[in-house]
């Protein structure tokens, strides 16, 4: 795969996103940034204010919907908040706007939103399959096995990062370590390149574990 110069991640964040979901791909990005400046990572709200996030962490995006921002890839992170966002009339009239080129990727819940969408049909995602305290009660769901209800016909993987062509889906909170770095993979960088990256963040052994739990389909 030849290498694009300048990829630009853009991230979407709302109420209630889980912090680490946008912060790692976003993290990534900026060390790599330290080895090939073009690369670029942003925020994009549906409004130009602050987003209250996951625990009252507040964040000042950089784009809104209006100014439909160029970029190589979409990312949606889970949290709470997908739950109002499965609904967001705005945010799916986005989604649908971007050019075919524009990679559409999840973290953990994030994917519930393509799901209910239904572009996840006759592909394969995944999701976060570690339950909190109410996912694992009987009032609850593990959120991978509510992606299934939500997207029946989707094929449900357990792997930490799926890849489906235009659409990208990573599993549970910490997995979005593993989207940025394969973020960089679909952009055109080479291992040596991905593995510096994971080395000056002290993330190597982790990224070693993890570099080939990525199913492709």
Known sequence: M???QGFRL???VFKDAEIVDYAAPHGVFSVARRLDPELDAFLIS???????TQAGFTVLPNYSFNDMPDMDAFLIPGGFGTRQEMHNKRLQQFISSLPE???LTSVCTGSWIYGNMG???GLSATNRKE???????NVGKVPIDRLADIAPACKISRARVVDAGRIVTAGGIASGMEMGFHLLRKAGYDEDFIAEVAR???YKEAYELYKNDIEYC
């Open 10 to 12: 853009g991230i979407y």
């Open 119 to 121: 572009l996840l049909d």
């Open 46 to 52: 549906d409004a130009m204010r602050p987003v209250q």
């Open 200 to 202: 000056i963040m002290e």
């Open 2 to 4: 030849s290498k694009k």
């Open 101 to 103: 080129a524009t990679l």
């Open 131 to 137: 339950p909190d305290r109410l996912e694992a009660s």
